[in-house]
């Protein structure tokens, strides 16, 4: 089953533009990370923010995590035609007072920046 | 290796044959995932391993799906009498720990299975 919810599904914004992101969980985390997916293929690592913070930066990545609402979102600035693709935030728990355990992830938003 | 290494790459076959999917994850990563990713949706875990044991084979919808990892590196998916529903892009993951203390995944670039 999914544990995040993504929205908007789809995002259209053009260069230059920022975009916002947002996902929604449902249990207690020990993480949060966000992937990116190019042609529906293998998804590549952007950032992650543990469940003690609130923010984290990365290049023109930003992203802000609310334990409270169970809510993150992830805010690509001056976006560039190269950031079109589809977005995926997924939930790490502990797991035996570790960090094992499965990510569970959400089902994704498409993003499309128009040059 | 430099990175997950996932074959085939694409795989085509008749409805009730037996299919093998292989992964062969980064050198030294200890955890082992497997997901599966239909058209539109997000990744839908399966199976992790940590070492050569299944951590949490939750994720497996039934018994006709089942994963080795028998020395701890490379891992084979295998798919008993498919389905069409089982038409999907089954994904590798592989992670180490030390990165901020959680499990960061690195992904191959998946196998494509298509069930006639």
């Known amino acids: 089953s999914q544990q995040g919810e993504e929205d908007p599904q789809a995002l259209s914004i053009q260069e230059g533009e920022n975009a916002t992101m947002n996902c929604s969980y449902k249990?207690?985390?020990?993480?949060l990370q966000w992937y990116r997916q190019n042609s529906g293929r293998g998804l590549v690592h952007l950032i992650l923010?543990?469940?003690?913070?609130r923010e984290k930066h990365s290049g023109r990545l930003r992203v802000t995590l609310d334990t409270s609402k169970k809510s993150s979102s992830l805010l690509i600035t001056a976006s560039r035609a190269a950031d079109t693709a589809s977005y995926f935030c997924?939930?790490?728990?502990?797991?035996?007072?570790?960090?094992?355990?499965?990510?569970?992830f959400g089902q994704g938003t498409i993003l499309t920046v128009h040059p | 290796g430099a990175g997950v290494s996932q074959t085939p790459s694409n795989k085509v076959t008749e409805k009730g044959k037996y299919v093998e999917l292989r992964c062969d994850p980064i050198?030294?990563?200890?955890?082992l995932y497997w997901y599966r990713q239909s058209l539109g949706q997000g990744p839908e875990f399966l199976i992790y391993?940590?070492?050569?044991?299944?951590?949490?084979d939750s994720g497996l919808p039934n018994d006709r799906f089942f994963a080795v990892r028998p020395e701890g590196s490379v891992s084979t998916l295998k798919i008993q009498r498919t389905e069409r529903g089982d038409s999907a892009v089954y994904l590798c993951?592989?992670?180490?720990?030390?990165?901020?203390?959680?499990?960061?995944?690195?992904f191959g670039a998946g196998s494509r299975l298509t069930v006639l």
């Open positions: 993951a592989s992670s180490s720990i030390v990165f901020a203390g959680a499990n960061v995944l690195t």
């Open positions: 249990t207690s985390i020990n993480n």
């Open positions: 923010i543990r469940s003690n913070e």
């Open positions: 997924a939930t790490g728990r502990n797991a035996g007072g570790t960090s094992y355990g499965k990510l569970t």
């Open positions: 050198s030294g990563h200890t955890a």
């Open positions: 391993f940590q070492g050569t044991g299944a951590a949490d």
